[in-house]
């Protein structure tokens, strides 16, 4: 559905994106993952058209990024979505419907059964007057007027309080299950890991680790035997439970400890393994440390019950730029 060679970005003598590599099957949730500067955003952009590449290619459901006709299958939401603050939730997406010249029952039909899935209250009340966590949601359910095949969202939850990030990741993986194809990218490992079905971690520009979570931690990351025995060894150290327990990293270790228990006349009671979390890995190949998925997601709860964090007045001119223009 989506194919990237050699994909380059630079400003100046500065890459952005350096010579990315990846294809993304229909039907998968892909998540592009890094650090802030890491160059999520520049490849985003350039999969849905909206910069130009330095040099490479990225097609997306057979077209060029950036072939008009491409934007007909493909739905983007950026990093920060501004919306038009005067007009309601149904108001606004008729409004971009019309703009894809979806039929007007079609259109009432898909708004309605997207905020219903979003599960979006306030329909009718003016953006300016509803919480961030419901305008991310009008933004996403934006993303889906014209019912395109690949969607690419920019940091979906970023920012969101927990239930609306959890609704948001269960609707991204509904979209799966429609045949729909997701790129987003995310800070928030937990984020990834709990939805996406294989990643590219970049940094500085390069991807340096791809694959599934599974894949990645495999390659990248350290799994640890936690091993427990019903008789004091001299690997194993006494836990607050009371228990003997040791630590190692093979399981020829832990073959040698059963072996140790056995000839001390007591046997090994459990073996639990201990996987290196995305986060771990992460931090051993960038040397930079992520978020918490605690601080990521933000404490939005307030502002979603109460609605009183409006976001200033945007320009209409911030209006992604993939989107057709809006009323001025
Ligand atoms: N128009 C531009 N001119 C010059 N440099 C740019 C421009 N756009 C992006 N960059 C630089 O390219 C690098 C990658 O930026 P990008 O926005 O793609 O990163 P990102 O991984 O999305 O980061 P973040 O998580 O902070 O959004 C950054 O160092 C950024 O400063």
Redesign the pocket.
Known sequence: MIEVSGLRKT?GD?A??VGSEFEIDRGEIFGVV??????????LKMLAGLIEPTAGTATVAGYDAGDPEMRHQLGFLP?ESPLYEDMTARSYLRFFADLYDVPRDVASDRIESTLDRLELEYRDRRLGDVSKGMKRKVAIARSLVNDPDVLIYD?PASGLDPLTTNSVLEFTEELREEDKTVVF?A?NLYHVESVCDRVVI?NE?RIIARGSVAEIREEHGDTTYHVYSDIDLPETELTADGRHRAVVETMADVEELQDAAKAAGGSVTDIRTDEPSLESIFLELTGQQMPSPRTATGTDAASEAGGDDAEPMPDASEEPPSQPEGPQ
């Open positions: 400003y500065f952005a994106v890094g650090p802030n500067g890491a160059g999520k955003t520049t490849t990093e940091e990218s800070h970049m520009g």
